[in-house]
Each structure stands twice: as structure tokens, then as C-alpha cells.
């Protein structure tokens, strides 16, 4: 049986893998997941992510984790669409996650963007997650 919630275990492994303090996690590839390894790169919450070689019918990529002074530098990652209840926000509702020192990820009709590309694009769409 397939995995109801892609999303949501690629934001657990990494929540797991920081808690017992791994300097990488490995997660199945798809678009999305690699778009929102991409967005977690640019804003500096893990180190950078690379494509693993295909030896079977998943493909895979890795997430190199960040840490600063013994601490991860990801305190709190979090989904808030589900596929049971899905949160779509306009441009001007999308929220700051404690006050602007987190991001938010949403999915627009430009593609996968943070909280303030989309803003500054001035468009809205679903509330992938929130990192902090």
C-alpha cells in the first residue's frame, strides 16, 4: 500500500534523524520533496541536498543537516496542509512564523515558493509547512 502523505515523511525523517543528531537523511525523491529540500538550502536550514545513485526502484537524494553551538539550527518544522484538510492562505494572510525568524512554505501557481518570495510576488496558495 502506498504512503498517504509524502510530504509529511520527509518532515518527520528530518525532525528524527536532528533529534538523534545525524549529519544526513536520506529521503525518496520526488518534485515536490526535492523543491522543498531546495527552499530549506536557500534559507540555510540544512547544509545542501545531493541526488544518490539509482540502484533500486526509488530513487533517493539526501538532506545534509545544519547545526550551530551543539543545537539544530531546525528547532520546529511542521505540517500544516494535510491531505484531509487542506490550508490555503491569500498573499496578504500568509503568516510570520515568530515574528519573521521562520519561514513559511507554500505552494502557488508559480511554483514552490517561502513565505517572502511569495509575498513579494503577490500570490497566495497552499500552506505547505512552517520551519522555525
Not at 502506498?2 to 538523534?20: C, E, F, K
Not at 520526488?30 to 526509488?58: D, H, N, P, T
Not at 525568524?101 to 507554500?106: D, H, N
Request: glycine share 10%; hydrophobic share 40%.
Amino acid at each position: 500500500m502506498g504512503m498517504t502523505d509524502p510530504i509529511s515523511d520527509m518532515l518527520t525523517r528530518i525532525r528524527n534523524a536532528q533529534a538523534v543528531r545525524k549529519d544526513f537523511v536520506d529521503v525518496p525523491t520526488s518534485k515536490i520533496k526535492l523543491r522543498i529540500g531546495e527552499i530549506l538550502v536557500e534559507e540555510g536550514y540544512v547544509s545542501g541536498i545531493e541526488m544518490l545513485a539509482v540502484e533500486s526502484a526509488q530513487s533517493y537524494f539526501r538532506v545534509a543537516l545544519k547545526y550551530h553551538a551543539g543545537r539544530a539550527v531546525i528547532e520546529e518544522i511542521k505540517r500544516r496542509s494535510r491531505p484531509g484538510r487542506r490550508v490555503y492562505v491569500g498573499w496578504d494572510e500568509i503568516p510570520r512564523v515568530y515574528q519573521g525568524l521562520g519561514i513559511s512554505i507554500l505552494s502557488t501557481s508559480k511554483g514552490l515558493l517561502s513565505n517572502r518570495r511569495a509575498r513579494k510576488m503577490g500570490v497566495g496558495g497552499e500552506l505547505i509547512c512552517t520551519v522555525f
